[in-house]
Nanobody, 117 residues
Framework: QVQLVESGGGLVQAGGSLRLSCAAS????????MGWYRQAPGKQRELVAI???????NYADSVKGRFGISRDNAKNTVYLQMNSLKPEDTAGYYC???????????WGPGTQVTVFS
C-alpha cells in the first residue's frame, strides 16, 4: 500500500498563487507517475498535471502556462505551483500515484483550493 499526504491548499484571491505538496510513503517504487487531479462540485474529476519519475509531464490545457509540476524523487514528493489562479480553479485537488506497469492508482484524501474574485 502507498499512503499519500497532501498539503498547501487554501483560500486565495484571483491572480494569487498557491503551492501544493504531496508526499508518498509505504510500498513506493522508484518508477512511478505522480501528479494532481481536481474535482469541482457537480463535475467529474479531471487531470491537472502529472509527471513520471523520468521527468515527462502532461498538463491540462486550462492550466498550461500558469501551473508547474515538479518532484523530488528522493523524497517521493510531488509539488504543484499554481500561479495566476482563477475562480474556475476552485476545486478539491487530489494527489495521484501510480507505480510503473500497474493500472491501479492511489489517491490522496484531497486538499481544497478556493479562489475568490
Amino acid at each position: 500500500q502507498v499512503q499519500l499526504v497532501e498539503s498547501g491548499g487554501g483560500l486565495v484571491q484571483a491572480g494569487g498563487s498557491l503551492r501544493l505538496s504531496c508526499a508518498a510513503s509505504g510500498s513506493t517504487s522508484s518508477r512511478n507517475t505522480m501528479g494532481w487531479y481536481r474535482q469541482a462540485p457537480g463535475k467529474q474529476r479531471e487531470l491537472v498535471a502529472i509527471m513520471d519519475s523520468g521527468g515527462s509531464t502532461n498538463y491540462a490545457d486550462s492550466v498550461k502556462g500558469r501551473f508547474g509540476i515538479s518532484r523530488d524523487n528522493a523524497k517521493n514528493t510531488v509539488y504543484l505551483q499554481m500561479n495566476s489562479l482563477k475562480p474556475e480553479d476552485t476545486a478539491g485537488y487530489y494527489c495521484y500515484y501510480r507505480p510503473y506497469g500497474q493500472t491501479n492508482a492511489y489517491w490522496g484524501p484531497g486538499t481544497q483550493v478556493t479562489v475568490f474574485s
